[in-house]
C-alpha cells in the first residue's frame, strides 16, 4: 500500500553537503526520552543500513546519510515506535531545557515541564521565520536560554531578615557576583549586581536569607550564529502559567506581525512594532502576575 507519509514536506528534513543524501531530525522536547525508546530508535536505524546518530547540540536526534528513497519508509517505522519528525525550517522548533528541579541543586523552576508544555502547543508551529524558545533552572543559563528568540530563566531574589542576621559572611561566600559584602558586621547587598540566581538563599546556614516566590524571566531577540546577540529582558513574572501567557502573546505577535524577509529579531522594534506586544500583554496578564516589566519597554 502506497505510505501517505508527506515527509519530503517536513523541516526535519536536511538536505546533506553532497546533495545527494539527507539528514533526518526527530522531535525530543527538552532533550528528554526513555531507554526503550531509544533502544527502539537504534534498532530502526540499523534495520535500514545506517549506523550513525548524532545527539545535536539543541537536545535533538538526527540520523544521517539517508538516501531519499528510503526516508519514506524509515519515517514509518519511526513514527509507529513513537518518534515524531523534528524541525528546522520556518517554525517553532525543538524547545530546549536544563535538568531544571528535576535533579540540579542550583534549580529555581521545573524547565522540563514548562519545556514540554510549550512544545505541546506550539512545536512545528508555521511562523514567518524560525522561533527557538530555551528554559533554563537558573541564570547559569546551561541552554544559553538568552540566546534565542524567546528565553526564559528562573530566578530567586533574597530577602535578608536584618534582625535576625550574624553578619557570618556564609553568604558572600558563595556570591559569584559580588553582590554581597560585610561591612560593619552586617551584610550589605548591591542590588544593581545581583542576578536573583539564589545562591545566597540556599547558602545561608541560619535561614535568615529568605525569598519571595521563584520568578520567571522572559527575554526576547537573542540569537546565535554568525553575530550573536543577548536577548533583552521582556517582562518578569511569577508563575509557569504566566510564563506561558507571555509565551502565548510573543509567538501570535511574531506569527501576526512578522515578514518572511528578515530574521525574526531584526524585525524587533521596526516590523514587529515593541508598543504592539505591550499592549497584548497588559490585556492578557494580570497586573498580579508581573514582577516587573523589561528594559524594552
Same mark, same amino acid.
Not at 528562573?154 to 535576625?164: N, Q, T
Given at each position: 500500500?502506497?505510505?501517505?507519509?508527506?515527509?519530503?514536506?517536513?523541516?526535519?528534513?536536511?538536505?546533506?553537503?553532497?546533495?545527494?543524501?539527507?539528514?533526518?531530525?526527530?522531535?525530543?522536547?527538552?532533550?528528554?526520552?526513555?531507554?526503550?525508546?531509544?533502544? #527502539?530508535?537504534?534498532?530502526?536505524?540499523?534495520?535500514?543500513?545506517?549506523?550513525?546518530?548524532?545527539?545535536?547540540?539543541?537536545?535533538?536526534?538526527?540520523?544521517?546519510?539517508?538516501?531519499?528513497?528510503?526516508?519514506?519508509?524509515?519515517?514509518?517505522?519511526?513514527?509507529?515506535?513513537?518518534?515524531?519528525?523534528?524541525?528546522?525550517?520556518?517554525?517553532?522548533?525543538?524547545?530546549?531545557?536544563?535538568?531544571?528541579?528535576?535533579?540540579?541543586? %542550583?534549580?529555581?523552576?521545573?524547565?522540563?515541564?514548562?519545556?514540554?508544555?510549550?512544545?505541546?502547543?506550539?512545536?512545528?508551529?508555521?511562523?514567518?521565520?524560525?522561533?527557538?524558545?530555551?528554559?533554563?533552572?537558573?541564570?547559569?543559563?546551561?541552554?544559553? =536560554?538568552?540566546?534565542? =528568540?524567546?528565553?526564559?530563566?528562573?530566578?530567586?531574589?533574597?530577602?535578608?531578615?536584618?534582625?535576625?542576621?550574624?553578619?557570618?559572611?556564609?553568604?558572600?561566600?558563595?556570591?559569584?557576583?559580588?553582590?554581597?559584602?560585610?561591612?560593619?558586621?552586617?551584610?550589605?547587598?548591591?542590588?544593581?549586581?545581583? %542576578?536573583?540566581?539564589?545562591?545566597?538563599?540556599?547558602?545561608?546556614?541560619?535561614?535568615?536569607? #529568605?525569598?519571595?516566590?521563584?520568578?520567571?524571566?522572559?527575554?526576547?531577540?537573542?540569537?546565535?550564529?554568525?553575530?550573536?546577540?543577548?536577548?533583552?529582558?521582556?517582562?518578569?513574572?511569577?508563575?509557569?502559567?504566566?510564563?506561558?501567557?507571555?509565551?502565548?502573546?510573543?509567538?501570535?505577535?511574531?506569527?501576526?506581525?512578522?515578514?518572511?524577509?528578515?530574521?525574526?529579531?531584526?524585525?524587533?522594534?521596526?516590523?514587529?512594532?515593541?508598543?504592539?506586544?505591550?499592549?497584548? %500583554?497588559?490585556?492578557?496578564?494580570?497586573?498580579?502576575?508581573?514582577?516587573?516589566?523589561?528594559?524594552?519597554?
Amino acid at each position: 500500500m502506497k505510505s501517505k507519509n508527506r515527509i519530503f514536506e517536513s523541516g526535519g528534513v536536511i538536505t546533506e553537503a553532497d546533495g545527494a543524501k539527507c539528514t533526518l531530525r526527530l522531535r525530543l522536547p527538552a532533550g528528554i526520552t526513555t531507554a526503550g525508546a531509544l533502544r #527502539s530508535l537504534c534498532d530502526i536505524t540499523e534495520q535500514f543500513g545506517l549506523s550513525d546518530i548524532h545527539l545535536t547540540t539543541r537536545q535533538t536526534v538526527e540520523i544521517p546519510h539517508i538516501a531519499p528513497q528510503v526516508l519514506p519508509d524509515l519515517s514509518d517505522a519511526l513514527i509507529a515506535a513513537g518518534w515524531l519528525t523534528g524541525s528546522e525550517r520556518n517554525e517553532i522548533v525543538n524547545i530546549t531545557a536544563c535538568p531544571g528541579t528535576d535533579r540540579c541543586k %542550583l534549580a529555581n523552576i521545573d524547565c522540563i515541564a514548562l519545556a514540554k508544555e510549550i512544545d505541546a502547543k506550539y512545536f512545528g508551529k508555521e511562523m514567518p521565520g524560525k522561533v527557538r524558545i530555551a528554559v533554563s533552572a537558573c541564570p547559569n543559563s546551561c541552554v544559553s =536560554e538568552t540566546l534565542n =528568540e524567546i528565553g526564559i530563566t528562573g530566578i530567586r531574589a533574597p530577602d535578608r531578615d536584618e534582625g535576625y542576621c550574624t553578619g557570618c559572611g556564609t553568604c558572600v561566600q558563595y556570591c559569584r557576583e559580588e553582590a554581597l559584602a560585610v561591612r560593619e558586621g552586617r551584610v550589605v547587598m548591591d542590588k544593581d549586581l545581583c %542576578l536573583a540566581c539564589g545562591t545566597c538563599v540556599r547558602a545561608c546556614v541560619f535561614g535568615t536569607l #529568605s525569598s519571595a516566590e521563584t520568578a520567571y524571566r522572559i527575554t526576547l531577540g537573542g540569537k546565535r550564529g554568525r553575530h550573536p546577540r543577548v536577548g533583552q529582558h521582556l517582562v518578569t513574572v511569577k508563575s509557569a502559567e504566566a510564563a506561558l501567557v507571555v509565551v502565548d502573546v510573543i509567538v501570535d505577535w511574531i506569527y501576526r506581525y512578522a515578514s518572511f524577509e528578515k530574521m525574526i529579531v531584526e524585525q524587533i522594534g521596526h516590523e514587529l512594532e515593541l508598543p504592539v506586544l505591550k499592549e497584548s %500583554l497588559d490585556r492578557k496578564l494580570n497586573a498580579d502576575d508581573v514582577v516587573v516589566f523589561g528594559d524594552l519597554f
